[in-house]
Each structure stands twice: as C-alpha cells, then as structure tokens.
C-alpha cells in the first residue's frame, strides 16, 4: 500500500447511480494500491470519525456497488457555512483527516459539497497540512455549473420520459370512459430538468406529455386549464408534467397551495400535481388521476440511463487519477463535444467554478408558448438518456443490489460533540 | 379465409401486457386464418359499430403490440346490467356480431368482462345464432376467481417490489439527516395484492417494506404509528407501503380522509399514502416522503415479468383456440401444478363460475400481526415476478411501443343512441 489513505463521501440527495461513481472511486484506487475509506452519512462520518474501511468488501461487492442504487455509506444533508461561521467543523474535518492520514478528500454531491472541498482543501493549506480535495459532481437537479451535465441527471430524465410514455398508453386507452387527463409531478425546485426530460416522451406536439409547466415560466392557471381543455378537445385525452417548484406571479409555490390543515387539525400533504389534478377536476370537470413518483424517480436503477451510468463511473475513476496527481480542489466535469454523434470527455474543473454556482435551463429550451421543449433541448438531453444499463437479476425476479459490510475504522480521536 | 370473424375487446383498466394477449390472439387467429375485428374502446365499440380491421396491422406490428403497454384498440369502464335490466343493449351487441358475421367472440377483462360475455352468449343461443364467447382474463388487481393469477398482475407486482426495494436504499441513506419514513400507496381498493407483493422486496421484519397496510385488516391508528416508531427506532428508518383501500374499523377508507375542500373551495385530492405521511409528520414528528405510482404502476412495461408476459400471451392463445373448438361461454385460467419448480398450464373454466365472484387474499397470506406477509405468500407470489421481459429499446433511449393503424371497418347497421 502507497502512505496516506483516499476518504470518500456521498452528500445530498443520492441517486441511482452515485454509487456506481463509488464504485468507480474505490475500483481505480485499489489499482493503485491506495486505501479507500468512506465516511458514514457523508460529512457527518468525516466529523465524528465514523469511518468505514473499504478493503474489508469483496471485488464482488465492489462490481455489484456499480449497480446498485442508494448511498452505500450512507448520505447526509448538512450545508457547512463559511471558514469563519463553522470554523471549529472545518477544523475537526482537517483532524480527522489527518488522524488517519488521509492525502486525497473525494466529495461526492452537488454545490454544497463542492464548497465544502474548496474549504477544506484551502484550510489546510493554510496549516501546510498536505491534501488534495476534489468535488465529484451528482445531482438528479443537473444544476451544476461548468460540468455538461450531472451523474445522476441521466438515468432519473429516462425513468422520466419511460414513464410518462407508459402512462400516456394508459390514458390513451382509458379516455373515452374514464381518466381523461394525467398529471405527473417531477423533482426539481428550482430548474425544470427532470419535467424538460419527459419532453422526449413525444415527437410532436400531440403526443404525451401536452402540456410541460416549468419553474421558469410564472404558472397562470386560467391559461393552464384553457390549454388542458383544447388538448382534451383535441386528442381526447391529456398528458399534464409538472415540475414540483412552479410558482405563480408573485412568487408563491404551487405546491403550499394544498396543504395545510384538514378540518381535524391534521397536516393535509399537498403537492403540485395533486393541487393540478383538483383544478382540473373542479374547472374543467373532467375525471383526472395523477402520479406523485417522488423518490422512485432517482432511486430507479432498473432503468438507469446507459451514457449516465459510464459518466458516472468516469467521474469516479477521473476524481482518483486528479487526486493523485495534485490537482487540489478541481471538479472532474463532463464536456460534451458533440451532439450527434453524441461525444463526450472528462475534464478537470476548478471548484470555485462550481460552488455556490447554479446552472439554469438555457432560455431557449423553453417552447414559446412555455408548454413544451424545443429542438435544442431535444438535442441537449437526448444522449443523456440513451442505452440501457439493467442491473442483473435475481431467480426471485428481483435485482441484485449489494448492501456492504460497512466495517468501522477504530477512532482515534474523542468523541466529537458539536 | 374461414368463414366468420372473431371479435376482440378489451375491457376495464388497462394493464402493461393485456396487449400481449391481443397479439397473441391475432397471432393465433392469422395462423388459422380466421379475421379479427377489433372493437375500439371495449364493449362500448360493438355497440356504436365501431370496428377495426385487424388484418390491415403488418406482422411486425403485431409482434410489437406484444411488448407494448396501454390497451391498442382503447378500453372502456362500461358495465352491462343484468340481461333483464340492459336487454336494448345485449340485443344491439348481438345485431352488430351477426352483421359483421361474428362467430367467435373475445372479451379480455375481468369479473364484469365474463359477465357480459355470458349474457352475451346466452342471448345468442336463445336466438339461435351460433356464436361462441370467451372470457379472457385480465387485471392488475389478481382478483378474478378461479385462475391461479391474473394476466397484468404480475408485471404490477414486479413493477411494485422493485420500486420499493430501489426507494428503501434511498431511505436508508438519507435517514441519518432527512427523510426517515416514506409511504408507497399501492392499487386495491378491495384485497391487498399488490401491497402484499411489496413484501417481495425484503426478506426479514426489518427489511423494507417494514410495514404493510392491507385493506384485510382493519386500520389501527395509534397501533400503526407505534409500529412506525418501534421500525425507526430499530432500523433508523422506515417504508410503508399502503393498499389504497384501507378502512378504519367502521367501514370508512382512509382515502377519504384527506381530500375535502381547502379554503377557497378547492377540491384537494388526497390518498393514503399522503395521509398516512400527514399522520407520521404531526404525531411523530418524522420526516417523511410518499409516493403515489398510480398509473405508473399498470403501465410500467419496461419492468414487466416474464411469467405475467407468458401468460398473457398463453391465455390470448388458447382463448383463440378454445373459440375454434366452440367451447362456449368459458375463459382460459392459469392453474398450477407447483410451487417449486413453478409450473403452470392453461385450462378453461366456466363462465359461471368466473362471472361476479372475487377472488380474496388467503387469510394465511398475511403474518399474524398484520404488517407482512408470510412464506405462503411468498411461494405463491415470488414466481409470478420471476423473469424480466424488456421491451426492445430505440437509439433514443425510449421504449419501441407500437402505434397500431386502427382501420375503421364500415358500418353496416343504423348508428346507434342509447
């Protein structure tokens, strides 16, 4: 084994491919002869010293972890603050990390943990302690900066689009008695991604999904309920796809729209399409069902997305080989070169490029009327989620899906009290 | 060709392999060179003399069809009263068979279906008109009487244990600093059967799903919510996965709950599983997420199984066979031979003892405490998600579902008004 040990940690939101990126993380650094640990619930492990010694899985293990969707590790939603305002964390980061002798800090997440990097590489710096950090992109929200697109992004816009395609067969068929219009909520608070994916469920603009509702455009519901009319007037059926975070004019989400208290005191759980679906039905009076898939949609390896899968598997291998070269506090970002044939690489990009950046969806892959995607977008996402990467499965007709051992390091520092 | 046609339907919710069954029976009836017309949205178009000329689909679009979701010629929510109440109606279903030269007749749905293909067959023989009616089964709900499992229910059920295994690795990577509870909500409004395939998903009481809601059992709020906190308290998380029709004690569904009108008069649809997550939210002050598949969960024929596909196709088969034979007013049923190894064979079983009878969940299906499933459950379930059937897929990463022509066959009768 080299001196010095690799920590990886997943944050945020998991994915159904970020283990696939651990997986990728763990397999080029045993190549190398390098010892990976993996914090427990991301930054959380790091900061307790709840550690978990890779070199106790199996090469079994490790290949099965490519398929298998979750955070193996476990992840965490905790937001460091700046050097100044969390201090005392960073520097109980920079401890433990030296505790156990780790060279190369590999942070698996979206903006937040791309800060995170950059502030933990330039504190230890500034006390000469030699580490390289490196941010290693995920996201199903595909809204970091620099980097083409996100590991994770891919394979959630093709449960997407494959779902909203079955569906739309579903209500086709059923319309002449039944539902006659089918809401769909996709993720996405702040940049209608996932909702833009399901665009490539149709060709044109008859086809499922009809009418998009983007985050970006302001929600008007007396145009909105006039276009949910002309489709059902039109195609005898509708095919509604809206992103969680639409908003109205003055800025209010849609989805605190439902909700509150029911007559009983109880917390009445609203959403976008559930708020959607009621309109419909009250303004329009037409028989409505409507899907909430939560986090079946990022959770969903039995239909990740071939080119997402290899990304994220090359952002993994690319995050060890620029550790190890120095590159301190760099993203591997995916550039694409070319749309058709679809073409990418791996490059590095500095974190302060990424964090605390936020990519929007480009002005014109909005349709015009708002209620759909354009050439452009089709072009973009497309590629993104091509090819299928099936998981194996089981005689029980079940997938495969790999829980580790998990095995803790020993501390070696007090019990860490915030 | 023969002389006579054979008349196909499909009827009630459609499913992600009913169109398997259609391409089986055109398959068969080609091979045999007899012709099929269609019916465009179910029983609804025998009525209305709306028709389609199956001959005029090319062989590769009926092999498509096979792999293809939704029901193709349109399906209807149309239920036939007794001979009796709705004899206008059975006396212009049997004026447009004989006009079109109809001798086999083909009704692929559940209970109602065999219902109205007995009346139908009955009324013909009192008029001398020789025709021959199958019932042909179909239903995600498995609740048809007398067949071992019904064709849909299987690829459902698959669709059902995969989504909640992929979302409990989500869960539990999230647990330590989010979401610690998330809700499922599952079709069935009357049996449990596919929440109980749920139980699929994990092998041991702390596998997800933790806990399951049957509409079997009547629901215990408080019992429930401790039931929660104990799975938490263990495990550090939690998934339910709900029947949408479960009932309090006194007969009313939890579904009703929710719902209501929210304060500008609004019609807020609710659900369980977003009840049930109010519940957990206000009493135990848990994080939790749900999600409601709806229509994903019938459509999902990217996830289908196998051995729901087989037999599919197997009872599409035999009911063009059993038809050419003149066994009238029977459906084709799955019947098994063993568990292990699983074998099954095609029979025919009356019409009479199909028609208006459901098939409930065993009471041994489920453990004593009310929120699993035993291993007799197991043995029955597990083959019926065995086997994965991948729809082919495009360059474009989606599905290849066909789009069949659908050629209107003219009519020959007085349009008919109800």
Redesign the interface.
């Known amino acids: 084994m080299a001196q010095g040990t690799l920590l990886y940690a997943?944050s945020g939101?998991?994915t159904?491919v970020i283990n696939a990126t651990a997986s990728a993380v763990i397999t080029e650094a045993r190549a190398r002869k390098i010892k990976v640990l993996a914090a427990r619930?991301g930054i959380?492990g790091a900061l307790r010293e709840e550690l978990i010694d890779t070199s106790k899985e199996s090469a079994a293990a490790i290949r099965a972890l490519a398929h298998?969707?979750?955070?193996?590790f476990?992840?965490?939603?905790?937001k460091l603050k700046s050097l100044e305002a969390d201090r005392a964390r960073y520097e109980r980061l920079l401890a433990v990390l030296k505790a156990h002798d780790v060279r190369w800090f590999l942070y698996n997440g979206g903006n937040d943990s791309a800060d995170t990097a950059l502030k933990v590489s330039q504190l230890a710096q500034a006390f000469g302690y030699p580490l390289t950090c490196i941010g290693v992109p995920k996201t199903v929200d595909n809204d970091l900066a620099v980097t083409d697109t996100c590991p994770g992004f891919g394979s959630a816009a093709?449960y997407t689009?494959?779902?909203v395609?079955?569906?739309?067969?579903?209500?086709?068929?059923?319309?002449?008695?039944?539902?006659k219009v089918?809401v769909y909520e996709a993720m996405g608070r702040h940049a209608g991604w996932l909702a833009a994916a399901a665009g490539?469920?149709g060709a044109s603009p008859d086809d499922a999904p009809q009418i998009i509702l983007f985050p970006e455009r302001a929600y008007d519901e007396a145009a909105f309920l006039a276009q949910v009319k002309k489709v059902v007037d039109k195609v005898g059926w509708c095919v509604v796809v809206a992103s969680e975070g639409i908003q109205h004019a003055d800025g209010r989400f849609v989805a605190d729209?439902?909700g509150?208290k029911?007559?009983f005191g109880?917390?009445?759980?609203?959403?976008v399409a559930?708020?959607l679906?009621?309109?419909v039905?009250?303004q329009l009076g037409l028989k409505v069902?409507?899907?909430?898939?939560?986090?079946?949609q990022?959770?969903?390896?039995?239909?990740a997305?071939k080119?997402d899968w290899e990304q994220a598997q090359a952002v993994g291998k690319a995050a060890v080989q620029l550790a190890l070269k120095g590159q301190n506090a760099v993203m591997p970002v995916i550039v694409r070169n070319s749309d058709v044939p679809y073409r990418w690489k791996i490059e590095a990009a500095p974190l302060t490029k990424v964090a605390n950046h936020e990519k929007k969806m480009p002005a014109n892959f909005l349709r015009k009327d708002g209620y759909g995607i354009t050439a452009a977008a089709r072009a973009y996402l497309?590629p993104?989620?091509?090819?299928?990467a099936?998981p194996p499965?089981g005689?029980?007709?079940?997938?495969k899906?790999v829980t580790l051992k998990n095995v803790a390091v020993a501390a070696k520092l007090p019990k860490w009290e915030e």
Not at 395 to 399: A, C, E, S, T
Request: net charge neutral.
């Open positions: 997943q939101g998991v159904a619930n959380l298998t969707p979750g955070g193996a476990g992840s965490c939603r905790v093709k689009a494959v779902s395609r079955e569906a739309a067969l579903d209500v086709a068929a059923m319309a002449e008695t039944s539902t089918f490539l469920a729209a439902g509150g029911d007559s109880h917390t009445q759980l609203g959403g559930s708020y679906a009621g309109r039905k009250d069902h409507w899907t909430l898939p939560d986090y079946l990022r959770s969903a390896r039995h239909i997305s080119t497309e993104l989620i091509r090819g299928e099936y499965f005689r029980d007709g079940l997938p899906y």
